[in-house]
């Protein structure tokens, strides 16, 4: 059993558990912080384009 909270796309619910639904769970956890990000850029323009 994994120590964070994990999340079912089937029921919409949050769980403990590795499945859900006959499904595996998946986590939602954001990505790590990085100075050096490779993707920031194309992310920042997608966001952008998206509040216009």
Do not use: H, V
């Amino acid at each position: 059993m994994s120590k964070e909270i994990l999340y079912c796309n089937k029921c919409k619910k949050f769980t403990m558990k590795e499945s859900c639904c006959d499904e595996k769970t998946i986590s939602l956890k954001p990505a790590k912080y990085s100075p050096e990000d490779k993707y920031g850029k194309y992310r920042r323009e997608f966001k952008k384009s998206i509040s216009e």
